[in-house]
């Protein structure tokens, strides 16, 4: 399987390069030269199967030419060594919880998958000198890549992040690990750290100086692993005796890679009826469904902090996913956006309802399905983080304590270092090459 650029203007390349490489060299974003399909029969027994056998299907049939079966096998095993449920929130809502990892958030899937592809390939080719990672967070992608990659031999990881803008404990995370993780605190916003990591991967002199990767989910082996989980959803929906036709999923969206890698596998045939992409006040993806306008912009802080992008990197995915065709779009994704208050009430409103404590993120995504969801469809929503990551903010929105697992709170006893940067590229490359061992 090869792999061409949303912009159109690099060569094609193999999945070792579009691994290796993160972002193509004019700037666009790797897919798969084709969305192969995956047979009707297995959707057929699908309610029997596991997580773990699900997800070895999805993955053979993505990158079964690429990566040998056995070794695939291994690197899913080793990725999902840890639960994802499924529960029953109220009549029509089903939340998947896909913080049990880790670091105690869904990119904790694609982070490990990353690492594991990564490490195959580096060590297949012998090569030389240190891998670099480069990756922008708003809040859990820094804590799942660092977590993935620590201390993992011929790999060192800067994490940017925007200073006062992360909650405590998700900066916890990234900040107390040492060894060959690098956090940076930059003076800015999210979409300025992934402005800075984009520049890098196609600067010249950077380029030649040190081996450069992105861990977002520009990345193709951190984003398209992501697609485990709908089928997952799924099949734990056949289970349940939810009639299969009238599923719908709302993912809460920031740089939309998640919800890229739902439409990819739908166009696999994954047989969900339609998705939801479920906003804060970071609106523009909305604001482009209902006009058909693009128009990113810088974003704005908020509780779900995780989702504050103003220029989401997979709308260019989408967009060519589509062949930007906005009906067609429209057709398969509605959208949302809500303000705190908004978000606090949910909290507030399924706790006192249900006993169920959201996370501000999974918040947005269960208010979505309340608002849209049609007679006779059931939802399913992603809670992509645990909500004792958020705690300050869930225990004010829903007047109750909310226990931090011992995990999270092992994080929170280390000694916090960082860097701290302008948004100025040139102080940037400067601190990178200043790093070259
Ligand atoms: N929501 C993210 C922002 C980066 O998204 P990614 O999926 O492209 O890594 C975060 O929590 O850091």
């Not at 080793?78 to 939340?95: A, C, H, M, Q």
């Not at 909650?167 to 402005?195: H, K, M, R, V, Y």
């Not at 007679?375 to 992509?384: D, M, R, Y």
Request: one cysteine or more; glycine letters at 8%; aromatic letters at 10%.
């Amino acid at each position: 399987m090869m792999y061409y650029s949303t912009n159109h203007s690099s060569p094609d390349v193999t999945l070792r390069d579009a691994i290796v490489h993160g972002l193509a060299p004019d700037r666009g974003l790797y897919m798969p030269e084709r969305i192969p399909s995956i047979p009707k029969a297995f959707f057929r027994h699908i309610g029997e199967m596991s997580l773990h056998e699900i997800a070895y299907v999805v993955a053979n049939t993505l990158f079964g030419d690429d990566v040998d079966s056995e070794e695939l096998r291994n690197i899913v095993a080793d990725t999902l060594g840890f639960d994802i449920p499924l529960r029953k929130v109220d009549d029509n809502r089903y939340v998947l919880e896909l913080f049990h990892g880790p670091t105690l958030a869904f990119k904790d899937v694609g982070a490990r998958f990353m690492a594991h592809m990564l490490s195959h390939f580096h060590s297949k080719e012998k090569s030389t000198g240190d891998v670099n990672v480069l990756v922008a967070t708003s809040g859990d992608t820094g804590s799942a890549v660092a977590n993935g990659f620590l201390n993992v031999p011929g790999v060192r990881v800067f994490v940017l992040y925007p200073y006062g803008k992360v909650s405590p404990i998700q900066e916890a995370q990234f900040t107390t690990l040492g060894g060959n993780i690098t956090a940076i605190e930059i003076d800015g916003t999210f979409d300025d750290c992934q402005s800075l990591v984009k520049s890098a991967f196609i600067d010249d002199e950077l380029n030649k100086a040190m081996h450069l990767t992105s861990a977002n989910s520009i990345n193709v082996a951190r984003f398209l692993p992501q697609m485990f989980y709908y089928y997952h959803a799924y099949a734990r929906m056949v289970q349940e005796g939810v009639d299969p036709e009238q599923i719908v999923v709302a993912v809460p969206s920031g740089n939309f890679g998640n919800i890229c890698s739902a439409l990819i596998a739908k166009r696999m045939g994954l047989p969900i009826k339609r998705f939801i992409a479920a906003n804060n006040r970071n609106d523009v993806f909305l604001r482009y469904l209902n006009t058909g306008e693009y128009n990113p912009g810088a974003s704005i802080p908020t509780i779900a902090n995780a989702m504050d992008v103003g220029e989401p990197s997979n709308f260019a995915r989408i967009l060519d996913l589509y062949g930007n065709d906005h009906a067609a779009i429209k057709a398969d994704i509605s959208g949302c956006s809500y303000t705190d208050d908004q978000i606090r009430s949910t909290m507030r409103e399924v706790y006192d309802s249900t006993g169920y404590i959201l996370d501000p993120h999974g918040a947005t995504a269960c208010r979505a399905l309340g608002e849209q969801l049609l007679p006779g469809e059931k939802g399913i929503f992603l809670e992509t983080a645990h909500p004792a990551k958020f705690k300050d903010t869930v225990e004010d929105a829903i007047g109750a304590r909310v226990q931090i697992p011992s995990r999270l709170a092992a994080f929170m006893r280390g000694e916090k270092s960082t860097v701290r940067l302008s948004r100025q590229f040139p102080a940037f490359k400067k601190f990178l090459l200043s790093q070259i061992q």
